[in-house]
């Protein structure tokens, strides 16, 4: 399948609003509760104007599918990555092109040593595709959930 990958922008607003709230979506993230639009919408105009964070969209036959976030963490060249299917993208094998096409797309535009993903305990789908996606565990205290990292 032909996964393209581009920047998001604010015409993406309703879309990612929708899969941030989605059920699933929500029970995977830290922040475990629905935002509303007004919080949506301060997140994502502040998201898009972080020059050094990169929302992506992953887009099949130009249809969103799914998306890519890389945040910069305080060590310089390291992000952290987390991504959401679009409800009817998932159980369909994409999630491993997505995040493998968003992170060549992040390495072509700028210099990485280290990725990190923060995945809940209970996501096991989530985990599984870190690790077939070359992440290994990383030492930590948390008890509900784990962080995973791939270095460049």
């Given at each position: 399948?032909?996964?393209s990958i581009r920047r998001a922008n604010l015409q993406d607003c309703d879309v990612l609003m929708a899969w941030r709230n989605d059920r699933e979506t929500v029970q995977a993230s830290r922040v475990q509760h629905q935002v509303t639009r007004a919080e949506h919408e301060i997140w994502l105009t502040s998201t898009l104007a972080n020059e050094e964070c990169?929302?992506?969209i992953a887009e099949h036959k130009n249809e969103a599918i799914g998306t890519v976030r890389f945040d910069p963490r305080s060590e310089l060249r390291d992000y952290e990555v987390s991504i959401t299917l679009a409800p009817e993208a998932r159980g369909k094998g994409l999630a491993a092109s997505i995040l493998e096409r968003s992170q060549d797309w992040l390495i072509s535009q700028v210099s990485v040593s280290t990725l990190y993903a923060f995945v809940q305990n209970h996501n096991?789908?989530?985990l599984a595709l870190f690790r077939k996606s070359g992440y290994r565990s990383v030492p930590d205290a948390a008890s509900h959930g784990q962080w995973l990292m791939k270095s460049y």
């Amino acid at each position: 399948m032909e996964i393209s990958i581009r920047r998001a922008n604010l015409q993406d607003c309703d879309v990612l609003m929708a899969w941030r709230n989605d059920r699933e979506t929500v029970q995977a993230s830290r922040v475990q509760h629905q935002v509303t639009r007004a919080e949506h919408e301060i997140w994502l105009t502040s998201t898009l104007a972080n020059e050094e964070c990169f929302l992506l969209i992953a887009e099949h036959k130009n249809e969103a599918i799914g998306t890519v976030r890389f945040d910069p963490r305080s060590e310089l060249r390291d992000y952290e990555v987390s991504i959401t299917l679009a409800p009817e993208a998932r159980g369909k094998g994409l999630a491993a092109s997505i995040l493998e096409r968003s992170q060549d797309w992040l390495i072509s535009q700028v210099s990485v040593s280290t990725l990190y993903a923060f995945v809940q305990n209970h996501n096991a789908s989530s985990l599984a595709l870190f690790r077939k996606s070359g992440y290994r565990s990383v030492p930590d205290a948390a008890s509900h959930g784990q962080w995973l990292m791939k270095s460049y």
